[in-house]
Nanobody
Framework: QVQLVESGGGLVQPGGSPRLSCVAS????????MGWYRQAPGKQRELVAY???????DYTDSVKGRFTISRENGKNTVYLRMNNLKPEGTAVYYC???????????????WGQGTQVTVSS
């Protein structure tokens, strides 16, 4: 069984630079892509950033130049450093991983429970 667990959310002042972490654990054979999504109140969930197994990355336009995604492949861990966080960054942030378990080697998308980030002074 695979589990994704996020950490690092909370109350952040505007301009702050928190770092989110997500660890994928369990019987994992491979992890292809890891990413972060967010869902603000009253809005749909959107992709924030992703990183593939070759460390290729992409970001949504609104965070380019401010957010950095990185991963530790041996630990199946992904990070999201959020610099100069703005109030519109308030959302639940979800970790996503496209992975294959040892049970059947079939690739699927798994999700964490989400971590709340609130940007407010």
């Amino acid at each position: 069984q695979v589990q994704l667990v996020e950490s690092g959310g909370g109350l952040v002042q505007p301009g702050g630079s928190p770092r989110l972490s997500c660890v994928a654990s369990g019987s994992i054979w491979s992890v292809e892509i890891m990413g972060w999504y967010r869902q603000a109140p009253g809005k749909q969930r959107e992709l924030v950033a992703y990183i593939d197994s070759g460390d290729g990355t992409d970001y949504t336009d609104s965070v380019k130049g401010r957010f950095t995604i990185s991963r530790e492949n041996g630990k199946n861990t992904v990070y999201l450093r959020m610099n100069n966080l703005k109030p519109e960054g308030t959302a639940v942030y979800y970790c996503n991983a496209r992975l294959a378990p040892y049970s059947d080697y079939r690739v699927y998308d798994d999700w964490g429970q989400g971590t709340q980030v609130t940007v407010s002074s």
